[in-house]
């Protein structure tokens, strides 16, 4: 009974917009949480990875395929921010390792 | 049928990012990592954007995680970090509050959405055609924006080159003084 009930229940959008929405939170969380840099960046990727999700369920409930379009390009912006930002921890984890996102302070004017 | 897809790969996406969130060693946060880029990967298929799964899995799951592996290992920081040591005594809780109040305020605005959203079956797109519209919509009305990822890559990762590179001279007055 219950796995015939399963089996014919499809999800509907609405379910993957609030999975979208609680794994923005967990991510928007782990960012203030976590303290060590490359967990934080780790924590921005489950964020965008929350937006694409949004994105594409929504692209596919209104036949747009623009909002697909857009998780591209997100997808490519985050690949090059990431490369950007693992670099520079790079750089600053070399000069003062272990360093926490506490320590970097060095910007400051 | 696919609700039980769906289940199972919700569950592969929020047990992935509580294990980033919660995990103490880096590598393993990375792991998780994985683990929830390839539920979403799942949730893709399942809503027929079968580029993007297989985009999904080849630059998330395969290149940026493999990047963050390396930089750990390049940086020899694969040691467990301690969370019990807590610097401001209620960043913790205020921070679980806000990240709870922020996704409920995502479902509260989804729930009001209800009317424009629908109820309906999500799915009426071919997953057939999938790559040939995406390609379309791409060369066609986003193509500036398209070639403009090139030059972003580029510079990407050109400033990144220079931005790690070892400082010559100030390697040779170091060794002088």
């Known amino acids: 009974m219950i796995a015939m009930l399963l089996a014919a229940a499809v999800p509907t959008t609405t379910y993957y917009l609030v999975l979208g929405a609680v794994l923005f939170g967990i991510g928007a969380t782990g960012l203030m949480v976590r303290r060590n840099p490359l967990i934080m960046f780790m924590c921005i990727e489950l964020m965008l990875n929350a937006v694409n999700l949004t994105f594409v369920a929504l692209a596919v409930r209104f036949g747009n395929i623009d909002g697909q379009t857009a998780v591209f390009f997100v997808m490519v912006v985050a690949a090059a921010e990431v490369v950007v930002g693992l670099g520079i921890i790079i750089s600053i984890l070399r000069r003062r390792p272990g360093a926490t996102a506490d320590d970097l302070a060095e910007l400051k004017g | ?177």
């Open chain 2, 1 to 177: 049928m696919e609700l039980v897809v769906f289940v199972l790969a919700s569950a592969m996406v929020i047990v992935g990012a509580l294990g980033v969130v919660l995990r103490p060693n880096p590598v393993h946060a990375a792991m998780s990592l994985v683990l929830t880029l390839f539920g979403v990967a799942v949730h893709f298929v399942a809503l027929e954007a079968h580029f993007l799964a297989a985009v999904q899995v080849i630059v998330y799951a395969g290149a940026i995680v493999v990047l963050f592996l390396f930089v750990i290992m390049l940086l020899g920081v694969d040691k467990a970090e301690d969370l019990s040591i807590e610097p401001f005594p209620i960043q913790r809780p205020l921070a679980v509050v806000i990240g709870v109040a922020v996704s409920g305020l995502v479902i509260a605005a989804v729930a009001r959405a209800k009317d424009t959203i629908g109820e309906g079956i999500p799915l009426d797109a071919d997953g057939d055609q999938n790559v040939q519209a995406l390609a379309r919509n791409l060369f066609s009305d986003h193509v500036f924006a398209f070639e403009f990822t090139s030059i972003l890559l580029v510079v990407a990762v050109a400033g990144t080159v220079l931005l790690t590179r070892k400082d010559k001279r100030a390697d040779q007055s170091g060794g002088q003084q």
